[in-house]
């Protein structure tokens, strides 16, 4: 094939790819990548790693390797190819893996015998991420055949580089900024949605407030910044508890809630005792003295013959946290529907 023909062919298949990739989901990223990288750049594998610069790891986010089951973090320094491309911001390419200076006797999962090329995925100077290719169909690859590759990793820096930010912005605006669990506005939907499956379905359905005990006296003896890390203690341990389906988050102030899908009031009752009995085993430290926090919980599991509203059950909730507060603290009330007292 003439040069014009090759040089047409790979700017159409720029395009082609262009449109295909500028996506803002990592996950449909990686299937175009999947479907589309093997045949445009006659390789037999890749690997794509995010970098994360403040943590020094990689993160598989793309691959086409059989031999590799999952998708993983490693340190930057446990892959000297990789670390050395980030580091220099410039891409490797040797004709055999065993025969270069980055090969371990021991092997490496991304990489086989023959040649390879690892690619900075770069924004402006900023490192997003690494493209490894390897074992292609050619009988040699050089420069010139890693011209079109480096042009097309360009389209992957950006696009990837997007989803990532789009991620960061869309997470923003779901979680609370200082604990990292939902916030309210996507607690009131998250709980709009199980209530009103749970009414159509019959499915069970209950809910956990939990609220810092004195904890206006902790700020006041210990600062706001001590308050703030006893806040975030109390999401991690939440987060900790909760299953894949139900959702903690911040109720505002020192008060939490937890939305707990197919969960009857007893096993509501056994998460809001681990999250509390795992609270009062924590040590906190201020004024050079330790100290430690306890919580108060009440919980509700929707009835469908007394509560009509999302806002009914939650305010059953806070009626039990209310009577766990006045009889002493430190301990989960079941409440009930006040048709039923």
Do not use: W
């Not at 793309?62 to 410039?90: C, Q, T, W, Y």
């Not at 690619?119 to 100077?125: F, G, N, T, V």
């Amino acid at each position: 094939m003439s040069k014009n023909k090759t040089g047409e062919r790979h700017y159409q298949e720029l395009i082609d790819f262009n449109k295909a990739i500028s996506l803002l989901s990592l996950e449909e990223i990686s299937a175009v990548l999947v479907d589309r990288l093997p045949s445009i750049l006659s390789i037999h594998f890749f690997t794509l790693f995010l970098y994360d610069k403040d943590k020094r790891t990689l993160n598989l986010i793309s691959h086409n390797r059989p031999d590799i089951e999952s998708f993983f973090s490693l340190p930057l320094s446990s892959s000297p190819v990789m670390e050395a491309a980030i580091l220099s911001g410039k891409y490797i390419l040797e004709e055999s893996f065993i025969d270069s200076k980055y090969y371990r006797k021991t092997g490496s999962q991304f990489f086989k015998k023959d040649y390879f090329a690892t690619i900075p995925l770069k924004i402006e100077k900023e490192i997003v991420g690494v493209l490894n290719i390897n074992d292609g169909k050619k009988v040699s690859f050089n420069v010139s055949n890693l011209d079109f590759v480096l042009k097309l990793s360009e389209f992957i820096s950006m696009t990837v580089s997007n989803a990532v930010l789009y991620g960061r912005i869309k997470k923003l605006s779901l979680t609370d900024g200082l604990t990292g669990i939902s916030n309210r506005p996507n607690m009131e939907q998250v709980l709009r949605s199980e209530f009103e499956r749970s009414m159509r379905y019959g499915a069970p359905l209950s809910v956990v407030l939990l609220d810092v005990d004195n904890f206006k006296g902790v700020n006041d003896t210990y600062g706001h910044q001590k308050g703030d890390e006893i806040l975030v203690e109390v999401a991690s341990l939440m987060k900790k508890v909760c299953r894949a389906n139900d959702t903690a988050a911040r109720y505002g102030g020192e008060e939490f809630l937890m939305i707990l899908p197919q969960s009857n009031a007893q096993g509501a009752f056994k998460i809001a005792e681990r999250v509390r009995e795992e609270l009062m085993k924590l040590d906190f430290t201020g004024n050079e003295s330790n100290f430690s926090v306890t919580t108060s919980c009440g919980v509700a599991e929707l009835d469908r013959d007394f509560i009509k509203s999302k806002d009914q059950l939650v305010t059953m909730a806070d009626q039990a946290l209310y009577e766990a507060k006045n009889s002493g603290k430190n301990k989960t009330i079941i409440g009930h529907p006040e048709n039923k007292k």
